[in-house]
């Protein structure tokens, strides 16, 4: 069987169990397996595949079809302009969350080092790609999930930054170190409603500690805006990300808080999807 005939195989089997983007899917799958670029495949369509690969083609193809997201079959998704490690125990990075590092970017001179803290780091794609775009600042990223500091871990490392931060697994209400000057968080802001409507490939695959807000939504926000107020110095920034629902209470929290409300600013769909204030 060739390259051109295991694909047309891999993107019937997949429309047939309606998954978007089927024969896109099927070829990423083949470059990952063959590790050859995209391109590569195309220019060779006439290639014979060998049996051990057929194998590991059918069984990633599987994995989809299972609705496994394609960011945890390649083990990889790009954010902002780097690329980042990725498995069942992070959040996906989503092209939305990127709203955080341009507004963070706005308020971070080249020239000055300042003391981040991300709080619910993940994959540590935020607070990385931050300091690759700022390599004067330092910062510390938490995360209740070990499984995640892990991964944080090892893309500080893929992108040289392990002795730049300060990865620590520790629930945000234990943490006490304060003086920041910037705090970031992308915090769970799904409410039960909204979760149990997911797709799928996310409710299913991607972990509910990264997603789930509460009933309302809000038990996180809250959470990492209260603490926030401790942990920074006065007039240091606070940048969330929140669902495009919760604007008004976001506000409300923020303002009773003690936060100025600098900026709100909408993601590629033009909802409300970050939240710029300051620390009075």
């Not at 976001?250 to 620390?279: A, E, H, M, P, W």
């Amino acid at each position: 069987m060739n390259y051109s005939e295991i694909l047309k195989q891999g993107e019937n089997y997949l429309k047939k169990r309606k998954i978007k983007n089927a024969y896109l899917d099927s070829e990423l799958i083949l470059s990952k397996v063959l590790n050859r670029k995209r391109e590569q495949i195309l220019l060779n369509t006439q290639k014979k595949i060998k049996k051990n690969d057929l194998n590991k083609f059918k069984y990633h193809i599987l994995r989809r079809e299972q609705k496994e997201p394609m960011a945890y079959i390649l083990g990889y998704k790009y954010f902002w302009k780097y690329k980042f490690i990725t498995n069942k125990y992070v959040l996906i990075p989503r092209p939305d969350t990127e709203l955080i590092i341009e507004e963070t970017l706005n308020f971070l001179p080249k020239d000055k080092s300042k003391k981040i803290l991300d709080i619910g780091t993940g994959s540590g794609c935020i607070v990385v790609s931050l300091l690759k775009d700022r390599p004067k600042c330092t910062a510390t990223a938490i995360d209740l999930s070990i499984k995640a500091i892990n991964v944080a871990k090892t893309n500080a490392k893929l992108h040289h930054l392990e002795n730049k931060i300060n990865f620590i697994n520790i629930d945000i209400d234990k943490y006490k170190s304060n003086n920041y000057d910037l705090i970031i968080s992308n915090p769970p802001y799904i409410n039960s409603i909204e979760f149990n409507r997911l797709e799928d490939d996310v409710k299913f695959h991607e972990p509910k500690l990264a997603l789930s807000g509460g009933c309302d939504g809000f038990r996180e926000i809250k959470k990492v805006i209260i603490k926030s107020k401790k942990l920074l110095k006065i007039n240091g920034k606070l940048i969330l990300e929140i669902g495009h629902k919760q604007r008004n209470q976001s506000i409300k929290i923020l303002n009773q808080n003690g936060y100025f409300i600098n900026k709100i600013s909408k993601d590629l769909s033009g909802k409300d999807r970050c939240i710029v204030s300051t620390k009075l």
